[in-house]
């Protein structure tokens, strides 16, 4: 292989995995996959060197701790470690200490990923800077009720600290709410099921109001390569994970966004979300993403490798990227949930035949195919066949 240090991947169980995986394999990185199940649709690119099946990151995060510091005291030299979910990022942040000593990643600063994720936490670097964010009120609030009423109004919706376990428990990325009853009855189940939840206010605006800015911090503090992207659908739609999107120069995220990282001296890769009100034209930082996210294949395939650039980083090698400045036409899919989310555009006039057939594009940055690595792909393929057969 070209480089000494392996790269191990935290998660192969969705396509972001996958895309890590894919992008350091074809520059020369030997890559190791971390998983907990063996049944992944997508550790078995063949660009997967080694395949390590480790106890649970949550449910025994000792033994995984232990498990991941015996195998890099067996290497050489030592493996830059990534995480592909905000659950992998709170795992690394919790052992941070632990892990640093034995594996490599470019962040320095102990809890600065997890207070940028948090919504709340974040407002100490946001509010200084004056880049608006929606209003929060969590859900330990006194007189949570009352201030939602007052404060927010309705609807408004309720987030999850968490989204992965929040998704995996309501198939849902939030809870849309009408009314004071509806948000009682809410917030008790989430507290029922132990979900660590907030309320916000919902900025209103079209699916092509949502935003992401996707940036490389360097050590100085310089935005090596960004991009800014505009979904065109989501599912579930209005509030969820994009399907289909393209994309798009927004000059403006990058006035709101870098000021951000600079000023705590962020080292790395970050995407932040952002929306802009169609009633105001503000634009709102809905919240930051220190990891790896869904648009990393196209990331690539514009020219800005975010797991190329995270590897060479962290063991001390030069490293660049694009700064994409002008619409280039490129859209991205993940064809699973655009099927359900054009069906639920159109059952609710949303969105039109003639408007989907005008935004649909031939020439498509996939999810999950890819014809030098077809195996995930078509592994994916059989099994959401069997799921759909199992729920008819």
């Not at 000593?101 to 509010?127: A, I």
């Not at 880049?131 to 987030?159: H, Q, S």
Request: aromatic fraction near 14%; hydrophobic fraction near 35%; glycine fraction near 4%.
């Amino acid at each position: 292989m070209k480089y000494k240090n392996k790269a191990v991947v935290l998660g192969t169980n969705y396509y972001i995995g996958l895309s890590v995986v894919r992008n350091l394999g074809r520059s020369g990185v030997k890559v190791v996959t971390v998983d907990y199940d063996e049944n992944s649709h997508y550790g078995v690119s063949k660009y997967v060197k080694e395949r390590l099946i480790a106890p649970h990151y949550k449910n025994e995060e000792e033994k995984c701790v232990e498990f991941l510091i015996e195998y890099a005291k067996k290497q050489a030299h030592k493996p830059v470690l990534f995480p592909t979910a905000d659950l992998y990022v709170e795992f690394m942040e919790d052992n941070f200490d632990k892990l640093k000593e034995y594996y490599l990643w470019p962040n320095e600063q102990k809890g600065l990923y997890r207070s940028l994720m948090d919504k709340q936490s974040l407002l100490q670097y946001t509010e200084p800077l004056g880049i608006k964010t929606p209003e929060i009120i969590p859900m330990n609030a006194e007189n949570l009720y009352d201030r939602v009423t007052e404060e927010l109004g309705y609807p408004c919706i309720v987030k999850p600290k968490d989204s992965m376990p929040f998704v995996n428990q309501y198939r849902s990325k939030v809870f849309f709410i009408n009314s004071r009853e509806e948000l009682i009855e809410k917030i008790e189940l989430c507290k029922k099921d132990g979900q660590e939840v907030f309320v916000q206010r919902i900025v209103k605006g079209p699916e092509t109001n949502c935003y992401s800015f996707d940036v490389y911090m360097d050590k100085n503090q310089n935005p090596v390569s960004y991009m800014t992207t505009n979904k065109i659908r989501q599912w579930p739609i209005n509030f969820g994970a994009s399907t289909y999107a393209k994309q798009h120069y927004i000059p403006e995220l990058y006035d709101i966004c870098v000021p951000l990282f600079k000023s705590v001296k962020y080292r790395g890769f970050a995407e932040v979300e952002l929306k802009r009100d169609e009633r105001t034209n503000t634009i709102y930082l809905v919240e930051v993403n220190v990891r790896f996210v869904n648009f990393t294949e196209l990331q690539c395939h514009m020219g800005m490798n975010t797991p190329m650039m995270y590897f060479l980083d962290s063991i001390g090698e030069e490293y660049s990227g694009v700064k994409v400045e002008k619409d280039m036409e490129i859209y991205w899919k993940y064809k699973y949930e655009d099927i359900p989310a054009i069906r639920a555009y159109l059952k609710t006039n949303q969105m039109t035949i003639g408007q989907i057939i005008r935004d649909y594009r031939f020439s498509k940055v996939s999810s999950t195919w890819a014809w030098d690595d077809p195996k995930p792909g078509i592994q994916f393929f059989k099994w959401a066949i069997g799921h759909k057969l199992k729920k008819s």
